[in-house]
């Protein structure tokens, strides 16, 4: 998964991050706006990469998640 932070105006950042493909096999990406400082955002960023790959993996079956 990839993902950025990129600056809106003062104190406004805008997340894009990649989203799982599904069955159409296309890139899909997601993108969030979010206020306050650069190192809250780039938890958060973290956050979500990590939510979408573990989605990721439950849907291909590979791992099972308990």
């Given at each position: 998964?990839?993902?950025s932070i990129q600056q809106r105006s003062k104190g406004s950042r805008r997340l894009p991050y990649d989203s799982?493909?599904?069955t159409s096999?296309?890139?899909k990406q997601i993108t969030e706006t979010l206020r306050?400082?650069?190192k809250d955002t780039g938890k958060?960023?973290?956050v979500q990469i990590v939510v979408q790959d573990?989605?990721?993996i439950a849907q291909s079956g590979?791992?099972?998640l308990s």
């Open positions: 998964m990839r993902g799982p493909s599904g096999g296309r890139r306050g400082a650069k958060e960023l973290q573990s989605w990721n590979a791992h099972k």
